[in-house]
T-cell receptor, first 111, second 116 residues
Framework: SQQGEEDPQALSIQEGENATMNCSYK?????LQWYRQNSGRGLVHLIL?????REKHSGRLRVTLDTSKKSSSLLITASRAADTASYFC???????????FGKGTMLLVSP | GAVVSQHPSRVICKSGTSVKIECRSL??????MFWYRQFPKQSLMLMAT?????????EQGVEKDKFLINHASLTLSTLTVTSAHPEDSSFYIC????????????FGSGTQLSVL
């Protein structure tokens, strides 16, 4: 069963703008991860945030986690056309990598 | 970073035939591998968890006899879709974890299966 629910389902922005995607989940977690998928390809791990962390940065990515609200957000700053992809959040309840993925957000960045 | 190789990337087969998909960890030993299925524009659904040297653990609703998983070594897991039907057409993706307690997963590039 699906755990995470991302919103929006689709997001269209211009290059240079920031993109924010949200993820809500239902049960307790050990960590939450964000992945990127280009069309017809596998997933690439972007960032992992543990349940005792509130914010994490990696390059142009910023992830927040609010365990009281069971939600996370992914912010991509200064977006580029190459950021066009689907982004998925995934929750790990135990730390043993049995991930449950959300439905994903399709991001389109126009030049 | 760690590399997971998945083959074939695309396969077209006739209804009733069996298809084998391989997932290899190229530069690390994967104690656990995971198999997912993804329909167009939808999320990944976990099918089974594969541990080296033991039987795979299947998710509820996934037919064990339909989707045979073998994890004979620390670098190779295979998924065989037996007696494939058009409804088995989907995108199948494998992933591997480096160590049992390493949460980060490395994904293969996926296999697009089309059953005619």
């Amino acid at each position: 069963s699906q755990q995470g629910e991302e919103d929006p389902q689709a997001l269209s922005i211009q290059e240079g703008e920031n993109a924010t995607m949200n993820c809500s989940y239902k049960t307790s977690i050990n960590n939450l991860q964000w992945y990127r998928q280009n069309s017809g390809r596998g997933l690439v791990h972007l960032i992992l945030i543990r349940s005792n962390e509130r914010e994490k940065h990696s390059g142009r990515l910023r992830v927040t986690l609010d365990t009281s609200k069971k939600s996370s957000s992914l912010l991509i700053t200064a977006s580029r056309a190459a950021d066009t992809a689907s982004y998925f959040c995934a929750t790990d309840p135990s730390g043993y990598s049995t991930l449950t993925f959300g439905k994903g957000t399709m991001l389109l960045v126009s030049p | 970073g760690a590399v997971v190789s998945q083959h074939p990337s695309r396969v077209i087969c006739k209804s009733g035939t069996s298809v084998k998909i391989e997932c290899r960890s190229l530069d690390f030993q994967a104690t656990t591998m995971f198999w997912y299925r993804q329909f167009p524009k939808q999320s990944l659904m976990l099918m089974a968890t594969s541990n080296e040297g033991s039987k795979a653990t299947y998710e509820q609703g996934v037919e064990k006899d339909k989707f045979l998983i073998n994890h004979a070594s620390l670098t190779l897991s295979t998924l065989t879709v037996t007696s494939a039907h058009p409804e088995d057409s989907s995108f199948y993706i494998c992933s591997a974890s480096w160590q049992l307690t390493n949460e980060k997963l490395f994904f293969g590039s996926g296999t697009q299966l089309s059953v005619l």
